[in-house]
């Protein structure tokens, strides 16, 4: 690096003593008189972030596109009002001469950047973070990971930390002192406030008969915990059409994706004297225009969404979105169909330790690429003909606790692949698609009616009992944890 050149460290020093020349009025001398001031600051942070200011700046994009003129490691301090800013050598010798005024040490842990992908579309921001200063234990290399939206990827350091490109600009950086590194602050979540987990709330109270509301928990006997399977669904309504363009090849290109809003969320109890019925059965009001209702797939109809004539519980986005957080940080584990898809376009984060798919549990790449149906599923194992007409969220996350318990009767007996196969098999020979009710269908020189079949015998050469055993659930009375 140029002599010339400054370094990120003297132009951070600057930011926080910014110089300023101005006339200001001189009681003493009764005229205006030119006086420089400069800001300073009394004491810095935990956490730094800083706007790296760039504005489409030439002279800053140069310093930027330098080969690491970003440093990793800061320190700052404060000595006798005045900014002491230090990277590189000059930081490591301060670190290491004991009569040097204190230091805070940062690392760097994050920036967002501004990705201008092309000349026909818009620009957009992603986030890098090295992710190991938030793991338990401490890591010995950097781990950065890109955030572009949904998509989440592991990318070298350099990479991450490379500018000389014009189609990557960073626009904020994180620092963090050195000292909060892998620590994990978790004794929050003890002093969660559940209060709306064990009640009934709605916008519209007075037009919402009876029979409409859920059952809610008893927080004597009810309390969600570590472990707690909660079976659940959502549909969702259409906020925006596809918008599509045919280039001059014939390609189609997306212009505006589709763009979908949280319309209900069902979520039920797993087990218990209330077994199967739901404790949030919450419909979302919708500020924005709805263009679709989509309603043979979400089951939701024009005034439904509406609280002046809806008879359905409406609640704001934020308090439904608030109990799907309560839960997850309490622990609980969400059973359903499909849920992968369902947090993404509810925008929330789940550990896959937190979820039941069944998707994922009767899903077997070696036989087909393709996803077998929550419709397709219940009739084949449960002898249940669901979504005839339309979608209902509280049948299907109850067919998804059902079928859970028959993957677990299947795994009891270690017939899980066996069974699998066989469901591809009448899958494929019927298109995936449920018969109508009343005929029959000829599966393997086997009839099978068009509500399903039963669990089969388990052949003598198997090991396992001689039919599939349902597991016992322990734990609790009303939420038990059979994987506790």
Not at 145 to 153: A, E, G, K, P
Not at 189 to 202: A, E, I, Y
Request: charged share 25%; hydrophobic share 35%.
């Amino acid at each position: 690096m140029r002599s010339s050149t400054p370094a990120f460290s003297r132009v951070l020093k600057d930011s926080f003593e910014r110089e300023n020349n101005q006339r200001m009025w001189c009681d003493r001398c009764r005229r205006y008189q030119l006086v420089q001031s400069w800001e300073t600051i009394r004491d810095v942070p935990p956490v730094l972030m800083i706007n790296a200011g760039l504005n489409k700046q030439i002279d800053g994009r140069q310093l930027w596109s330098i080969p690491g003129w970003l440093p990793e490691r800061i320190g700052i301090g404060i000595d006798k009002g005045r900014i002491l800013c230090l990277e590189g050598e000059a930081l490591r010798v301060s670190q290491r001469n004991r009569q040097a005024r204190p230091l805070i040490v940062y690392d760097l842990v994050g920036l967002v950047a501004d990705v201008n992908s092309g000349e026909h579309q818009k620009s957009h921001m992603v986030s890098l973070i090295n992710v190991a200063t938030s793991s338990r234990e401490a890591q010995d290399e950097p781990q950065w990971h890109l955030f572009n939206d949904f998509l989440v990827r592991k990318i070298d350091k350099d990479e991450a930390l490379r500018f000389a490109t014009a189609w990557k600009t960073p626009t904020i950086l994180a620092y963090q002192d050195q000292g909060f590194s892998n620590v994990i602050d978790d004794s929050w979540k003890s002093s969660l406030d559940t209060s709306c987990l064990f009640m009934n709330w709605s916008l519209n109270p007075y037009n919402v008969p009876p029979e409409n509301w859920p059952c809610v928990l008893d927080p004597a006997t009810e309390q969600p915990e570590i472990g707690t399977h909660v079976p659940i669904d959502t549909e969702f309504v259409r906020l925006q059409q596809e918008e599509i363009e045919i280039l001059a090849t014939g390609d189609r290109q997306v212009i505006r994706p589709t763009k979908e809003g949280l319309a209900r969320v069902s979520v039920l109890r797993a087990s218990g004297a209330h077994e199967g019925l739901p404790f949030i059965d919450d419909y979302i009001s919708i500020s924005e225009p709805v263009v679709d209702y989509v309603t043979k797939y979400s089951g939701v109809s024009p005034g439904d969404l509406d609280p002046a004539v809806s008879a359905r519980p409406l609640v704001p986005l934020k308090v439904a979105y608030k109990k799907l957080w309560l839960l997850l940080n309490l622990g609980c584990i969400f059973v359903g169909h499909g849920l992968i898809k369902d947090f993404r376009n509810i925008d929330i984060f789940v550990p896959k330790s937190q979820i039941v798919d069944t998707v994922t549990l009767f899903y077997n790449p070696a036989r087909s690429k393709r996803n077998l149906s929550l419709r397709f599923l219940a009739w084949y194992l449960l002898k249940e003909n669901i979504q005839s007409e339309t979608h209902d969220s509280i049948e299907d996350a109850l067919t998804a606790l059902k079928l859970w318990r028959k993957y677990l009767e299947f795994q009891d007996a270690g017939i899980v692949e066996r069974m699998i196969d066989e469901i591809y098999s009448a899958g494929r020979k019927l298109n995936y698609k449920v018969p109508e009710k009343g005929s029959e269908k000829w599966v393997g020189g086997l009839v099978v009616p068009s509500r399903g079949r039963d669990t089969p015998d388990v052949d003598s050469g198997m090991s396992g009992p001689s039919t599939p055993v349902n597991k016992k659930i322990g734990g609790s009375e009303y939420f038990e944890s059979p994987l506790r």
